[in-house]
């Protein structure tokens, strides 16, 4: 089956060339495009799609609020946030919101199809700029040893509570998917939003940190 994606940006330039490298790949098929977010919401009422390419600067709004409901209406959506933003606030409230890419608009869109197939694939397509960028943040001192009261704007979803709570116990993600009654690629969708949230990289570190900063009970 081809990989389905919508497209919510503004600039007509860059939608085209958007669409044209997802037209070009023989793997991929566009669903749906929008440029402004009460479009981009809209999107949400129709058709679920495998990924959606979502600019944060909207004509209407910002895109983390669409990242926001497409987290919560279409769980198996994967995100990938194409933006000229890359400063801390817009890449941190982004992945906070539940993204699961990050690329910069500099990059252009010839690499588009090969960092979707990776997004797919179990990746975090997200430019060099912005990875250097939270490499700093997670590298700041005392970072780790922020008390719960400096964590209070991080937030789990129920869903993605539930994940790291059944995780914790001990089960494993195909265990997980069957007791939830979704497909073992959501779960993993839920466990790639925890890990962002938490700015962790493993399960271990997220049942620690989401035990310190009480977000999970024993």
Request: hydrophobic fraction near 45%.
């Amino acid at each position: 089956m081809p990989i389905k994606l919508a497209i919510v940006e503004d600039d007509p330039r860059f939608c085209a060339a958007f669409a044209g490298a997802i037209a070009a790949a023989g793997d991929m098929t566009l669903v749906a495009t929008a440029d402004d977010l009460p479009a981009g919401l809209a999107l949400l009422e129709g058709e679920a799609v495998d990924v959606m390419l979502v600019d944060l600067g909207l004509p209407s709004g910002s895109g983390v609020e669409l990242i926001k409901q497409v987290a919560v209406r279409w769980p198996d959506c994967d995100v990938i946030v194409v933006s000229i933003f890359g400063d801390e606030a817009h890449v941190m409230s982004a992945i906070a919101a539940g993204a699961t890419g990050y690329l910069l608009k500099d990059a252009g869109a010839r690499e588009l199809a090969e960092q979707v197939r990776s997004l797919r694939a179990g990746g975090s397509p997200i430019s060099p700029v912005i990875a250097r960028r939270l490499l700093k943040i997670l590298s700041r001192p005392n970072e780790a040893a922020c008390s719960p009261v400096d964590a209070g704007g991080v937030a789990l979803t129920s869903q993605e509570s539930r994940v790291l709570t059944l995780a914790a116990k001990g089960y494993t993600y195909d265990e997980v998917a069957e007791l939830m009654g979704v497909s073992r690629h959501t779960v993993m969708t839920y466990v790639k939003r925890i890990y962002r949230k938490l700015q962790v990289h493993s399960k271990t570190e997220a049942v620690y940190e989401a035990r310190r900063m009480g977000l999970l009970e024993d």
